[in-house]
């Protein structure tokens, strides 16, 4: 029998939105309809970095990781049939915050919900995409520009709105220790507070209702008990900094709120059934403990390291959510960690390592220096380094990757429709839609919302009602983009993958002596060109190859992220590269490698071998390799020094062949 007192449960939510708004609008419907009671939403990579679906960098992205919002068609169909005055949409868009939020409040007013009366979020925080995901625009003293437009505009005309996310999510997925999520994110907060203040736009009574509106979004990890103290650290020290640096009185506005995702960095292609097990640890971590517990919780399906999940994957992780609230008695205690000896000790020791970790990075001139000179970067690179090495040494226990790898095949995994795939044809379908909206609109009122938007970036004014305006005029993303991009200008973020080589990597005795045979034989050292060809951000895996490639005595070319085929090409062919490796996490990896290669065989370059690293299903594998990729290599593959021993191998055997 439950207690009348039961606690309400958290927003429950699935992070979602592929293909096109229209299929997209089908699985919201379909997750309302199962008992989600909050919307998350997934846009497409050419959206969430301002291009227009039919941009050269947009070529194999659309629909991929997300859903193509290109005007306000898109995001009318979007939500077609779903009243937005009763949702509570979160939406992970960050450089681009202020164009979806417009496109947003331009549908609820066409369906007569005033601006006031929407709930939800932007995500909003751009510092972490410098960091790690990878889908920043502009360059870091414009973009907190637009971050402070968003905070202050929602804060004074949408009351439930919450304005920004500070995500230290992306910071444990890019490697980050719980001491680094925890210092990272305070600072990154810090540096948006900071901001808002120095604008000089809000009195001491508008900055507290500020802070009191700002939000995070977090990540839990397999240690459970470590990421219970974490969120607790979390609520303590975001009390402490905003009373004492920020004199807020109110205690309501200095709660800390935060909405949840569970790790995804963590999920294992190997014998993927197991990650329905973390994913449930990983949420306890996050609702066990009233005092810090989620706000609202989106959980990752299981096969996402196999492919995009299917409708049914994300409806077993939504009654996973639902067990818990419901069947549980979770929701009708108070804080089962409050005089807990061991609890306390270990916050306090999260706490302090953090507050030094602060103090680091305020007296660098804080987090936009951080970035700026590497340091935060840097520091990511060298935890996930440190965290795979364990993983390769035993030393970190992976379930069915590192031990207790026997298994029974599953049959999860097996059949035509196992991971939903996104089909090409839609991609084209979508462009075609994008052509025909621009000709049906009106050019001069177009032009003018356009006009009256750069102006409002140039003068510094408020970019939030101009970007309404031009969603109502009919502007796209890609000219929304373009247009700031002009005043702007764009940003490449510092890549963390330092030059010099470590001596005390193990296992890489052989590895070294190959690469100096091989060196030997083309009469100079072997050169190792790591390329992200198209939009994904998320280089993690691209960073750890070119590290580890360094280490091995390779040179190695890594210029980041977000590369057209051409400039990948072009550099392979100006730096006189011996092998070319390609990293695309999206899955647009079948069209993005097919151009690279086509290109290279025009310069001249079959002769160079092209490896693929990525999300890749079995039959996308075979077809790379079919046009003549020489490797392919997916999460499975977490030992390091043999995929280096691969690369020697293959140049090895090129140069053979060529003598």
């Not at 909405?259 to 973390?278: A, D, F, H, I, M």
Request: hydrophobic share 40%.
């Amino acid at each position: 029998m439950t207690r009348p007192n039961r606690d309400k449960p958290w927003i429950f939510r699935t992070y979602a939105g592929h293909s096109t708004a229209r299929e997209s609008n089908k699985l919201y419907r379909s997750n309302l309809e199962k008992g989600q009671t909050g919307l998350s939403v997934a846009f497409d990579l050419p959206t969430q970095t301002g291009y227009d679906s039919d941009h050269v960098l947009a070529k194999g992205e659309v629909g991929k990781v997300g859903v193509p919002v290109a005007h306000l068609g898109d995001m009318r169909m979007l939500f077609e049939g779903i009243p937005l005055v009763e949702m509570n949409t979160s939406m992970t868009i960050n450089a681009c915050a202020p164009w979806l939020l417009a496109l947003y409040i331009a549908v609820a007013e066409e369906q007569g919900t005033a601006r006031a009366a929407l709930a939800g979020t932007t995500q909003n925080d751009i510092i972490k995409e410098y960091l790690s995901r990878g889908t920043h625009v502009f360059p870091p003293a414009p973009s907190m520009r637009l971050t402070k437009d968003v905070i202050l505009f929602t804060t004074s005309e949408m009351p439930k709105w919450n304005p920004m996310n500070v995500c230290s999510y992306h910071l444990q997925e890019a490697g980050a220790t719980p001491v680094q999520e925890l210092a990272f994110a305070l600072s990154n907060a810090i540096a948006i507070l900071d901001t808002v203040l120095a604008s000089g736009e809000v009195d001491h009574a508008g900055f507290e209702e500020v802070v009191g509106r700002i939000s995070f979004f977090v990540n839990a990890g397999m240690r459970f008990v470590t990421e219970i103290c974490k969120m607790r650290a979390f609520g303590e020290l975001w009390d402490e900094i905003t009373r004492e640096r920020y004199r807020v009185a109110n205690p309501k506005h200095r709660l800390f709120r935060y909405g949840v995702q569970v790790n995804s960095l963590g999920l294992t292609e190997q014998q993927p059934e197991n990650n329905v097990y973390r994913i449930l640890l990983e949420t306890l971590a996050v609702t066990l403990s009233k005092r810090a517990r989620a706000r609202a919780v989106q959980l990752p399906a299981w096969n996402e390291a196999l492919g995009l999940p299917r409708p049914w994957d994300q409806q077993w992780s939504l009654r996973m959510q639902q067990i818990l609230a419901y069947e549980t008695d979770l929701l009708e205690f108070g804080d089962i960690f409050d005089g807990s000896t061991e609890i306390a000790k270990r916050v306090e020791a999260l706490k302090a390592e953090a507050r030094e970790e602060i103090a680091r990075i305020d007296a660098m001139g804080g987090a936009i220096a951080a970035v700026d000179t590497s340091y935060m970067k840097q520091q990511l690179v060298e935890a996930n380094t440190r965290r795979l090495e364990a993983i390769e040494r035993g030393e970190q226990v992976v379930v069915g990757v590192n031990r207790f790898t026997g298994t029974e095949p599953s049959p999860l995994t097996t059949g035509e429709g196992s991971i939903l795939t996104v089909p090409e044809h839609l991609a084209v379908e979508q462009v075609e839609r994008l052509k025909a909206w621009r000709e049906g609109r009106d050019a001069k009122a177009v032009e003018t919302a356009l006009s009256s938007l750069r102006a409002a970036a140039a003068e510094g004014r408020n970019i939030v009602e101009p970007s309404i305006a031009c969603a109502k005029a009919g502007v796209t993303t890609g000219e929304w983009g373009g247009t700031l991009r002009e005043v702007f200008g764009e940003y490449r973020a510092p890549t963390g993958v330092g030059r010099a080589a470590r001596a005390d990597v193990t296992g890489l005795d052989e590895v070294r002596r190959d690469v100096e045979l091989v060196s030997k034989t083309l009469g100079r050292r072997l050169k190792f060109l790591v390329g992200k060809p198209g939009l994904d951000g998320h280089s993690n895996g691209a960073e750890q190859i070119a590290v580890r490639a360094r280490d091995a005595g390779m040179e190695v070319v890594y210029e980041g992220i977000r590369l057209t085929p051409a400039e990948i090409v072009n550099a392979a062919l100006e730096e006189g590269v011996h092998v070319v490796g390609l990293s695309i996490l999206s899955g647009s990896h079948v069209p993005l490698v097919r151009d690279v290669m086509e290109r290279m065989r025009k310069e001249g370059l079959d002769d160079i071998p092209v490896i693929v690293g990525g999300i890749i299903p079995p039959e996308d594998a075979a077809l790379l390799k079919a046009s003549g990729v020489a490797a392919v290599y997916t999460p499975k593959d977490y030992e390091l020094n043999r995929i280096m021993a691969d690369i020697v191998k293959i140049v090895g055997a090129g140069t053979q062949r060529a003598a």
